[in-house]
């Protein structure tokens, strides 16, 4: 059983025994350090405000890092293109629906250097069944409605509808002539300083989710793509994974970033060819 008592000693200073040890007052617990309760309430406000202050930069400082990831990710596509492009006469890939036995599913095994498929199967150390990986923006939150794994959110640019080389703008366009078939372009029939590939909307293809295509008429402008957005239309550029900004590839090899208030313009055939060349 623990005994206490009180002692005297020389300087008439109380001394406390626990259990045969001679302890101090104020030994454990020294007089003046204890915080009172309006002082704890103070050092937790002290908390809440500097957390107030520094999440908002930590939260920005993470969106900056997914946009330089994007990009870097873009600029390894744009590496992919260039060596396809070098061993295929600067033709550019088929980026859209299943013509000449190429689809819009197998554009990214031509860049890869893997054969193209005719499934739709799981292909290892391309695609993934979450948000990661090179061929997907760091943006990308999970997979479409229908979707069991994901492939790519970068896409070709399809420019106007035409016949090749008039209304340069984008890697691909409809020939009006052969009933809107898809028809991919040469290198040297692209403008300088256009854009051939973006990220974009993510939707479910025959199980596969992969970036819509872009068509250069619902991304012209913000009010377009605004239009097409409320409109539900998933061919636009995909500007809400880096706070209304998105990546670009352009011709010459480099990747930029623009805000959706980018316009582009028109190409020498006049007002109705817009190209994908920024203002």
Not at 32 to 61: C, D, K, W, Y
Request: proline fraction near 5%; aromatic fraction near 8%; glycine fraction near 10%.
């Amino acid at each position: 059983m623990m005994e206490m008592e009180i002692l005297k000693s020389g300087g008439g200073r109380a001394v406390s025994h626990h259990a045969g040890r001679s302890v101090e007052p104020g030994k454990f617990f020294p007089r003046g350090t204890l915080f009172t309760l309006i002082e704890l309430l103070i050092v937790i406000a002290i908390i809440a405000i500097l957390a107030a202050i520094l999440l908002p930069a930590l939260n920005s400082a993470r969106e900056r890092a997914k946009g330089i990831k994007c990009s870097s990710n873009l600029k390894q596509m744009g590496t992919s293109l260039y060596l396809y492009l070098n061993e295929n006469g600067d033709w550019m890939p088929y980026g859209y629906q299943t013509w000449n036995n190429c689809s819009e599913r197998d554009y990214l095994n031509l860049l890869t250097g893997r054969p193209p498929r005719n499934d739709d199967a799981f292909v290892e150390g391309m695609d993934q069944h979450q948000p990661i990986g090179p061929f997907l923006c760091p943006g990308v939150t999970g997979l479409p409605e229908g979707a069991t794994f994901l492939r790519t959110s970068y896409r070709l640019t399809q420019g106007m509808n035409d016949t090749r080389g008039k209304k340069r703008g984008g890697a691909w366009y409809a020939d009006t002539s052969e009933s809107g078939r898809p028809k991919n372009r040469n290198l040297n029939e692209i403008a300088d300083g256009t854009v051939i590939m973006t990220e974009t909307v993510m939707i479910s293809k025959r199980g596969i989710g992969i970036g819509d295509h872009p068509t250069i008429w619902y991304n012209n402008k913000l009010s377009s793509w605004l239009n097409a957005k409320a409109a539900g239309k998933t061919t636009r550029v995909e500007y809400e994974n880096h706070r209304n900004k998105a990546n670009y590839l352009y011709k010459d090899g480099h990747v930029g970033s623009l805000q959706n208030s980018v316009q582009f313009g028109y190409s020498a055939e006049g007002n109705n060819s817009i190209d994908w060349l920024p203002k």
